[in-house]
């Protein structure tokens, strides 16, 4: 079984600030990695998504993130914050077989501050 | 556009109630899930249906039933034996069994309160 460790529910930044955000996994077999992001009373949505290949994955908005597999983490980092970066982000593992076995991690709140 | 409808976005229960949310999708999944989310927990899966009328429960599906008579419809009903349905319901989508791609297509949710 698959699981996910998000590490602080809340995240502060100032506008123009790096971003990072935690994600650590378990898995037993080589695992499917993904950042999604939610806005307010909305779905999620897929920010990017680490198969096999490179391990630096980049994604939409300006994210990116990198698949460590001796420190079994998959870091979100985006460079320079923006307001509109503001939302709850999620990581979440698969065993690569099953879409319906991805397990989430807890979620992280961004706040940006101008 | 495609995407995945998701309807009433608000709704409130009295307790004892059943209440059914809907959800619709024109994206030709095969797959289709409900997901519950509260505060500081994620999302945990509650059913998970990868054809037409055959459907599979999640982690949490106790309180809850759904069907799938069409591709495109997923309707979950939050019946009264949930003991604690106040949360916010999202259902999404994906290509299907054997796609191995993990991406899912939410909807916008549906937030549940019992009065």
């Known amino acids: 079984a698959q699981s996910v460790t998000q590490l602080g529910s809340h995240v502060s930044v100032s506008e123009g600030a790096l971003v990072l955000l935690r994600c650590n996994y378990s898995?037993?077999?080589?695992?499917?990695l993904f950042w999604y992001v939610q806005y307010p009373n909305q779905g999620l949505q897929l920010l990017l998504k680490?198969?096999?290949?490179?391990?630096l994955v980049k994604g939409i908005n300006g994210f990116e993130a990198e698949f460590k597999k001796s420190e079994t983490s998959f870091h979100l980092t985006k460079p320079s914050a923006h307001m509109s970066d503001a939302a709850e982000y999620f990581c979440?593992?698969?065993?690569?077989?099953?879409?319906?076995?991805?397990?989430f991690g807890a979620g992280t709140t961004v706040t940006v501050r101008a | 556009d495609g995407g995945i409808t998701q309807s009433p976005k608000y709704l409130f229960r009295k307790e004892g109630q059943n209440v059914t949310l809907s959800c619709e999708q024109n994206l030709n999944h095969d797959a289709m899930y409900w997901y519950r989310q509260d505060p500081g927990q994620g999302l945990r899966l509650i059913y998970y249906?990868?054809?037409?009328?055959?459907?599979q429960k999640g982690d949490i599906a106790e309180g809850y039933s759904v069907s799938r008579e069409k591709k495109e419809s997923f309707p979950l009903t939050v019946t009264s034996a949930q003991k604690n349905p106040t949360a916010f319901y999202l259902c999404?989508?994906?290509?299907?069994?054997?796609?191995?791609?993990?991406?899912?297509?939410f909807g916008e949710g549906s937030r549940l309160t019992v009065l």
């Open positions: 680490y198969t096999t290949g490179a391990t």
């Open positions: 249906s990868q054809i037409v009328n055959d459907f």
């Open positions: 898995s037993s077999v080589p695992p499917y």
């Open positions: 999404a989508s994906s290509i299907g069994a054997g796609s191995n791609t993990g991406e899912l297509f």
């Open positions: 979440a593992v698969s065993d690569g077989f099953n879409d319906y076995k991805l397990s």
